[in-house]
């Protein structure tokens, strides 16, 4: 069982917004920041969004993170065929002084 | 290029002791902690702890703490995960990143990830 809890399972068509939740407490989320990962089939994880809502160079604007309490989302928007993967977010928290994760979204582009 | 390139897989029997490295490149490695991620066949991300090269200081995610040890040598700018006697249930890829701060997740890059079989 994941601290931080996300679902199992999002689709879209091409071309179409897709969002993706992940729901914490305020040890974690309600009082630290989000971080996002893109796991590609087979692939090591990639940082797709940073302190909830940045970008590291070279990820595109189609993508995009957002905190509101103790809940978080991905936006991706545009979808494509390649951001078929599995999407997780993190982030540290305070009571249990560990790096949380939640269990992961597979995300498939009909 | 900044990047950490990690060990070959392994296979390994019950029992055994078991060392994987991370080595990293292209950044000062002092300067930034290494954290190692686990993964387990079809399964999530689990965080299992942290260290800054530069002084070695060291810690643990309370899930892992007493399994695995995790070292570094700044001199060859390689970081350590190891095991004193392998588990069945140790069976996953491990992964090695590179994170800004010590209370936060990782970053990037990450390394390519190393596979570890342990089977009798």
């Known amino acids: 069982q994941s601290v931080l809890t996300q679902p199992p399972s999002a689709s879209g068509t091409p071309g179409q917004r897709v969002t993706i939740s992940c729901s914490g407490s305020?040890?974690?989320?309600?009082?630290?920041?989000v971080y996002w990962y893109q796991q590609l089939p087979g692939t090591a994880p990639k940082l797709l969004i940073y302190r909830n809502n940045q970008r590291p160079s070279g990820v595109p604007d189609r993508f995009s993170g957002s905190k509101s309490g103790t809940s978080a989302s991905l936006a991706i928007s545009g979808l494509r065929s390649e951001d078929e993967a599995d999407y997780y977010c993190?982030?540290?928290?305070?009571?249990?002084?560990?790096?949380?994760f939640g269990g992961g979204t597979k995300l498939t582009v009909l | 290029e900044v990047q950490l390139v990690q060990s070959g897989a392994e296979v390994k029997k019950p029992g055994e002791s078991l060392k994987i490295s991370c080595k990293g490149s292209g950044y000062s490695f002092t300067s930034y902690w290494i954290g190692w991620v686990r993964q387990m066949p079809g399964k999530g991300l689990e965080w299992m702890g942290i260290?800054?090269?530069?002084?070695?200081?060291?810690r643990y995610s309370p899930s892992f703490q007493g399994q695995v040890t995790i070292s570094a040598d700044k001199s060859i700018s390689t970081a350590y995960l190891q095991w004193s006697s392998l588990k069945a249930s140790d069976t996953a890829m491990y992964y090695c990143?590179?994170?800004?701060?010590?209370?936060?997740?990782?970053?990037?890059?990450w390394g390519q990830g190393t596979l570890v079989t342990v089977s009798s």
């Open positions: 993190a982030a540290w928290d305070d009571s249990l002084s560990d790096v949380v």
């Open positions: 260290i800054y090269p530069g002084d070695s200081d060291t």
């Open positions: 305020s040890s974690n989320i309600g009082s630290n920041y």
């Open positions: 990143a590179r994170h800004k701060g010590l209370r936060a997740p990782a970053t990037d890059p």
